[in-house]
């Protein structure tokens, strides 16, 4: 008799919480029970346990749509250490929470409500895919609601791979004592390096000579990047080649140069122009201005 049991299959099925301690209760729950208007779900309430001295505590849950929940602990007579307190500074507001929103309209929307409830709006964001806004709760905690403007597709996923895979590498040269890993440019040349095709005088991979002498730059085949193609087409000293697995490649014997406020580049676009990877030498990439040529022999 045959008794082996079928591995069931291995996925995940979305968010099912996040979870955050608090040392303001009231102000937790009333932001996001009624400034929100998250339904709360559950609360566990219990004695202290496990390791760490364990104080009692309460762990109380907000639906916040589509089978997810946000939550919260509540450590009774605990004092909050400092490194809970959500700093000004990049590397705190890294971490966050986004919800999604299906129509511009409701963007719109929670921006009033938002506004009227007397919670202040931090700034409205394009990104490639997404449009949001940015608050914090009374924790300090930052917030997104944000509306994809596009589905991710297989391209999107193959460009993060080819990116991941770019930027890997020299975070292993660094910790090998091979190469410093200090800028986004390393990434999008070693990046370029890989999606080369075979061309005379082309060696090795990350920063391999281009003997041809050309600046050449990788455009991936998605909406939000197509105005630097349509413009670079009508610049005669480029040539633009594609799409090949993806990537528009531009290349010129000159100089690759483009404008963010005559393509209408939102500064977040803008500043992911060249994330297709490129070779050559970035001359100027200032907050309008883009230049590139090819790399001095």
């Known amino acids: 008799m045959n008794t082996t049991t079928a591995t069931p299959a291995m996925h995940l099925n979305?968010?099912?919480?996040?979870?955050?301690p608090t040392w303001k209760l009231r102000e937790t729950v009333e932001f996001y029970r009624d400034v929100l208007g998250l339904p709360m779900v559950h609360a566990i309430s219990a004695r202290g346990w496990g390791p760490d001295n364990h104080p009692d505590f309460l762990h109380f849950f907000f639906d916040s749509?589509?089978?997810?929940t946000i939550a919260f602990f509540y450590y009774i007579g605990a004092e909050q250490p400092d490194y809970t307190h959500p700093?000004?500074?990049y590397r705190s507001r890294a971490t966050h929470t986004a919800w999604a929103v299906q129509s511009t309209d409701e963007l719109d929307a929670w921006r009033e409500r938002l506004e009227a409830k007397g919670v202040p709006i931090k700034y409205r964001l394009r990104h490639e895919l997404i449009e949001s806004i940015y608050f914090n709760d009374p924790n300090g905690y930052p917030i997104e609601i944000t509306l994809q403007l596009r589905p991710m597709n297989a391209l999107d996923a193959t460009d993060a791979a080819n990116t991941l895979q770019a930027a890997i590498a020299l975070e292993d040269a660094q910790h090998a004592g091979r190469e410093r890993f200090t800028s986004i440019d390393q990434v999008w040349q070693r990046k370029a390096a890989?999606?080369?095709?075979?061309?005379?005088?082309?060696t090795g991979q990350g920063k391999q000579a281009n003997q041809a002498g050309l600046a050449v730059l990788n455009v991936l085949e998605v909406p939000e990047f197509e105005p630097i193609v349509a413009a670079l087409r009508r610049d005669p000293r480029c040539t633009v080649d594609g799409p090949h697995g993806g990537y528009w490649r531009i290349a010129s014997?000159?100089?690759i140069v483009f404008e963010r406020k005559a393509l209408g580049l939102v500064p977040a676009l803008w500043n992911a122009a060249l994330t297709g990877g490129f070779?050559?030498?970035v001359v100027s990439f200032d907050r309008n201005t883009l230049e590139l040529r090819p790399e001095v022999a």
């Open 279 to 281: 070779e050559g030498r």
């Open 253 to 255: 014997k000159e100089a």
């Open 194 to 202: 890989a999606l080369a095709p075979n061309e005379p005088g082309r």
């Open 14 to 20: 979305g968010v099912h919480h996040t979870a955050r």
């Open 65 to 68: 749509g589509n089978g997810s």
């Open 87 to 89: 700093q000004n500074d």
